[in-house]
């Protein structure tokens, strides 16, 4: 197999990153540099830092060159860093030395790097923006529709209480509303431009150092950090730990369908299921499983982005060259997982029939903390929760409902509480909750 799923044709469709895919190639690094490089040389044009004219000509050419990413590939492994190469390439693209002399003026190879990152990532913001908007949507129509259908709410893998579809689809739905309302903030404390020069004092950009790089930031669409952050990965931290958030969400969400659609429970339908290549009746869930295997590929990556964080003195080659291959895997693991999941929450079917019968199926166990409470309310709690435990105690060695001996014991205790329907407490409001939130966003 490929090195990367996310480059393989094999596995293309079952790790499809979208639009996303596009932005973590060499050609799309090469462009943003360029970009970088075009609008930098505007700004110092404006400034009267270089002529006008070789920031014209300049930036003119960064919108038109184009640049092989294997032209330059033999200098990238010997300089490190791809930004002298890919200077030389420009500088003779242009065929005007007398312009092209001014290209990169008082910058650093990572001021280029860096700010093209940025360029990058707030795109790629933006496409899992519009993915969760479309994942929020589907949540919030099933939680409307379903806000009141019972089921059991599970714990460590047991029934724990009754709750609703409709406020599941809400648990999965509310972490996602708060990665979009977290969005313009991160945005503006993390998508830095860079602009600091060889050991981030600026030293070669001149007494209108702070100046540029504001004008800079300005005519990308990017913050002006009002420092160097070549050896503060912050500003790319917080932009994994945003991505973290919504994968382990989406993971939840994965987890939660995958035990839901068991044999032994099938309490839910997906839209979409693979076939197994031996066994007729399997409908494999792969959607799910493609998720929880980029939460495992995310995870991973995450910790090698955490490890590179650290840097030494003003610049460090290692941990900076170990930022590079983890970036794109965090950003291309979560497109891919929002794109699954688009698919599964748009396909799947709740089964009403199975979810009533696992609430009654299990002797009405799942009200024994209803039952303990009623109880406690013409008894000390204590002596309640010890009756209630056993009867349940009895009632499994007995196998006779738990509603049958309690009404034999305590006639007074309501025949409503053993109804899931009145027993769900909070979860039809939460459903209903999230619906409002969603719509608003």
Not at 70 to 79: D, F, H, L, P, Q
Not at 271 to 293: C, D, R
């Amino acid at each position: 197999m490929a090195a990367s799923v996310f480059d393989s044709p094999l596995f293309a469709q079952l790790f499809n990153t979208g639009d996303a895919g596009r932005l973590f190639s060499d050609s799309a690094a090469i462009r943003a540099m360029l970009l970088v490089e075009g609008a930098l040389a505007k700004v110092q044009g404006s400034l009267g830092i270089i002529p006008e004219m070789s920031a014209a000509a300049i930036h003119r050419a960064s919108l038109e060159i184009q640049v092989d990413p294997g032209a330059i590939a033999a200098s990238t492994g010997e300089n490190g860093v791809s930004v002298p190469g890919l200077l030389a390439q420009f500088r003779a693209e242009m065929q005007a030395p007398e312009f092209a002399q001014h290209v990169h003026w008082g910058a650093t190879s990572q001021d280029i790097i860096d700010t093209a990152l940025m360029l990058r990532l707030r795109q790629a913001l933006k496409l899992a923006e519009t993915d969760l908007r479309e994942i929020i949507a589907a949540l919030a129509a099933g939680a409307e529709q379903h806000q009141s259908l019972p089921m059991p709410a599970r714990t460590y893998g047991q029934h724990a209480t009754p709750t609703s579809w409709g406020a599941v689809l809400a648990e999965w739905g509310m972490p996602l509303c708060d990665a979009l309302d977290q969005l313009e903030a991160l945005r503006e404390g993390s998508l830095f431009v860079s602009l600091s020069g060889a050991a981030g004092t600026g030293s070669a950009l001149g007494p209108k150092a702070a100046e540029t790089r504001a004008q800079l930031a300005q005519a990308l669409g990017l913050q002006d950090p009002g420092r160097s952050w070549h050896v503060d990965r912050g500003p790319v931290l917080r932009i994994a730990d945003w991505q973290g958030r919504v994968m382990a969400a989406l993971a939840h969400i994965a987890q939660s369908t995958l035990a839901l659609t068991m044999t032994e429970t099938a309490e839910l339908a997906l839209g979409a299921a693979g076939a197994s290549s031996t066994m007729p009746q399997k409908q494999n869930p792969v959607g799910p499983s493609a998720i929880v295997a980029l939460g495992h590929q995310f995870t991973g990556q995450r910790a090698t982005l955490q490890a590179a964080a650290a840097h030494q003195h003003q610049r460090d080659g290692g941990a900076w060259f170990a930022e590079w291959m983890a970036v794109p895997q965090l950003a291309l693991s979560l497109a891919a997982a929002l794109n699954h999941t688009k698919s599964l929450v748009a396909g799947l079917t709740p089964h009403p029939v199975k979810m009533r019968s696992a609430l009654t199926d299990g002797l009405g166990l799942i009200h024994a903390e209803a039952l303990s409470f009623a109880l406690a309310e013409t008894m000390p709690r204590p002596e309640a929760q010890k009756i209630t435990k056993q009867l349940c105690q009895d009632a499994l060695a007995k196998q006779v409902p738990l509603a049958d001996l309690v009404h034999a014991d305590y006639p007074d205790v309501a025949e409503t509480l053993f109804d899931p329907s009145t027993q769900m407490g909070q979860a039809p409001a939460d459903a209903a909750a999230f619906v409002a939130r969603a719509r608003a966003l």
